[in-house]
């Protein structure tokens, strides 16, 4: 059964996305599709008893984790405001103050999706591949991710890049907390320099 495993959380993720994406479940439900998989995913972690230092929880990495997520957060963020000053018709958004994703969702929402590829994903695709290929594979379901919002193409090859670059620092240094917190900075950055639409309509992100 443990074989499998790896296959198994691949499709799942897939398939949730999947259901969003092509409006199989409505975009204004994705809050609630997130809540859904880190329930679930949360059963599979304690169901097949994998220790929290797995999963990145652990203090032995925090420091040289810090040092290395902060330097990758400033360089990002310094491209993601450079790129949207060449992003014809993007901008931040008007009274972003008062947004509640900007406020509020996208801390939970950053620390839902750094356990969800990083924590679990990652560590499950390198129990039978390669790091390179489980980085590669974990970033590219973390692009797919984003082609759920307003602009799939550009959003999905934004999602590779920072998936490449998340994963490839959790392999050199585990640790969930410091990789939550550079990935909240990096998503509200994202999101107020209008990368990533934040509507709630039908037509939402």
């Known amino acids: 059964m443990r074989s499998i495993v790896p296959e198994a959380v691949l499709a799942f993720y897939v398939l949730l996305i999947s259901l969003v994406a092509f409006k199989a479940v409505s975009k204004r439900f994705r809050m609630a599709v997130l809540g859904a998989a880190v329930a679930c995913v949360s ?9 929290a230092t797995d999963l990145g929880l652990r203090s032995d990495t925090a420091s040289p984790a810090a040092i290395a997520y902060g330097i990758f957060t400033l360089l990002a963020a310094a ?3 450079l790129l949207s000053r060449r992003r014809a018709g993007q901008g931040t958004p008007s009274h972003w103050y008062r947004n509640p994703h900007l406020l509020f969702f996208f801390i939970p929402v950053s620390f839902a999706q ?11 695709l390198r129990t039978v591949l390669s790091p390179f290929l489980a980085i590669l594979i974990t970033a590219a379901v973390f692009g797919y991710l984003h082609v759920i919002y307003r602009d799939p193409l550009s959003s999905a ?5 920072g998936g490449v670059c998340f994963a ?6 585990p640790n969930l907390i410091v990789a939550s917190v550079s990935h909240s900075i990096l998503n509200f950055t994202a999101v107020y320099c209008g990368f990533f ?3 709630t309509g039908e037509n939402a992100p």
């Not at 059963?43 to 220790?51: A, E, Q, W, Y």
């Not at 490839?168 to 240094?173: E, I, R």
């Open 114 to 124: 750094q356990f969800l590829f990083q924590g679990v994903l990652l560590f499950e």
């Open 79 to 81: 491209a993601l405001l």
């Open 43 to 51: 059963l599979f972690v304690v169901f097949l008893r994998i220790p």
């Open 168 to 173: 490839s620092l959790f392999v050199l240094f």
């Open 197 to 199: 639409g934040v509507d």
């Open 157 to 161: 090859l934004v999602g590779f890049a």
